[in-house]
């Protein structure tokens, strides 16, 4: 069974400039869920979606938006760029009712310039 | 807000040593703690830890939770230099019936020296 997949793998954007990321999981999950890590912050929730809908949220400006389609493939997009947009961004997919088998893509690294 | 705290930061040790690393946490509505391993990559599952005092157990990596303290260790014996990771604790939260949330703590990292 192929893994999560990301795309692209690596970025470099300008400040300012908005980024568009994509996911898609393992075939037969529905759930993605989004994260951002950071050295100094650490692997942070960003949202998660099921069925084409977000259902949970972390607490992140409104820069920071995604959606799933009904192929259960998400893409997750920030506008207006920051330096400190830079990190690595992780997404996950999971069987709906179990968090144990959540599995992580290999991440997208971006760079704000 | 809940929160994930681990320690130590940062560990060397030499082949063949046991380590202990530990997790603390304060979140609501606690469901799970899970502890992932990263290398240069995507972290990867090791252990879910739902009840107390359960010990799971993975060849060299074995893991106990204590609810009524908010912690949890993960230890590995006879360390490898395959072991050289930074290992992350997450705790699950949520009422019942609504979305779960990942909490993840900022890891340990861990050398492993020949």
């Known amino acids: 069974k192929a893994g999560v997949t990301q795309t692209p793998r690596y970025l470099i954007k300008t400040r300012g400039q908005q980024v568009t990321l994509s996911c898609s999981p393992i075939s037969g999950h529905r759930s993605v869920s989004w994260y951002q890590q950071t050295p100094g912050q650490g692997l942070q929730f960003l949202f998660e979606?099921?069925?084409?809908?977000?259902?949970n949220k972390g607490n992140f400006p409104g820069r920071f938006s995604g959606r799933q389609f009904s192929n259960s493939r998400s893409e997750m997009n920030v506008s207006t760029l920051e330096l400190g947009d830079s990190a690595l961004y992780l997404c996950?997919?999971?069987?709906?009712?179990?968090?144990?088998?959540?599995?992580f893509g290999p991440g997208t690294r971006l760079l704000v310039l | 807000e809940d929160k994930v705290v681990q320690s130590p930061l940062s560990l060397v040790v030499h082949e063949g040593d046991t380590v202990t690393l530990n997790c603390s946490y304060e979140?609501?509505?606690?469901?799970?703690l899970l502890w992932y391993k990263q290398e240069k990559k995507a972290p990867t599952f090791l252990f879910m830890l739902t009840s107390s005092g359960i010990e799971k157990k993975s060849g060299r990596l074995s893991s106990i939770l204590d609810k009524k303290e908010l912690f949890s260790i993960l230890n590995i014996t006879a360390t490898q230099t395959g072991d050289s990771a930074v290992y992350l604790c997450?705790?699950?939260?949520?009422?019942?019936?609504?979305?779960?949330?990942?909490?993840f703590g900022t890891g340990t990292r861990l050398q492993v020296m020949l």
């Open positions: 996950a997919s999971k069987q709906i009712s179990s968090v144990e088998t959540q599995y």
């Open positions: 997450a705790v699950e939260a949520g009422n019942t019936g609504t979305a779960s949330k990942l909490t």
């Open positions: 979140v609501t509505n606690f469901r799970s």
């Open positions: 979606y099921f069925s084409e809908t977000q259902r």
